[in-house]
T-cell receptor, first 114, second 114 residues
């Protein structure tokens, strides 16, 4: 049981480059979300999805795009990377059932934008 | 909009002493509340959660938290701190549809002195 898998673990980009952070889960979770973690800022919600074909914005969505074509995958796209997007990115997933909500976090992607 | 405030950025506690980490939230309805812990270089681990019912919630590693609606608070407590408890602690409130994605506080770093 792999849980939540994020790739890559580390990435260095130049300003203006584009890339996609991958997130996949094998637990048939309905809900998936992306967070970024910056020192002194805690984790901030970027985008989330409650099911295939449905996404919504979180606290800090600017500069990021998402889509959810399958239940398993929730990629995060940076169309034109900026130094302000240097951060550690966490993907998370959970079941929809009320009362048993628990987020399963991936191990994170450390992104540096030069 | 939902928000979470952790007033203490850094706390130092002597080993064996009691601990209380403060958390205040802003939410229009009955909140879904969580406490997570993150050790250096690690992902997040759920300590405990509150959805409804008993306002005193027991978690893992000997932690507990009390939900006080009148004070909009969800403080984390432990009667006797161990050196291994040194970590960063995050309070979070459920956001979005059915409280799935989370809004995190900025975190409190706990140091344990011998």
């Amino acid at each position: 049981n792999a849980g939540v898998t994020q790739t890559p673990k580390f990435q260095v980009l130049k300003t203006g480059q584009s890339m996609t952070l991958q997130c996949a889960q094998d637990m048939n979770h309905e809900y998936m979300s992306w967070y970024r973690q910056d020192p002194g800022m805690g984790l901030r919600l970027i985008h989330y999805s409650v099911g295939a074909g449905i996404t919504d914005q979180g606290e800090v969505p600017n500069g990021y795009n998402v889509s959810r074509s399958t239940t398993e995958d929730f990629p995060l796209r940076l169309l034109s990377a900026a130094p302000s997007q240097t951060s550690v990115y966490f993907c998370a997933s959970s079941y929809r059932t009320t009362g048993r909500e628990k987020l399963f976090f991936g191990s994170g992607t450390q992104l540096s934008v030069l | 909009a939902q928000s979470v405030t952790q007033p203490d950025i850094h706390i130092t506690v002597s080993e064996g002493a009691s601990l209380e980490l403060r958390c205040n939230y802003s939410y229009g309805a009955t909140p879904y509340l969580f406490w997570y812990v993150q050790s250096p270089g690690q992902g997040l681990q759920l300590l405990l959660k509150y959805f409804s019912g008993d306002t005193l919630v027991q978690g893992i590693k000997g932690f507990e938290a009390e939900f006080k609606r009148s004070q909009s608070s969800f403080n984390l407590r432990k009667p006797s701190v161990h050196w291994s408890d040194a970590a960063e602690y995050f309070c979070a409130v459920g956001a979005g549809q059915a409280g799935t994605a989370l809004i995190f506080g900025k975190g409190t770093t706990l140091s344990v002195s011998s």
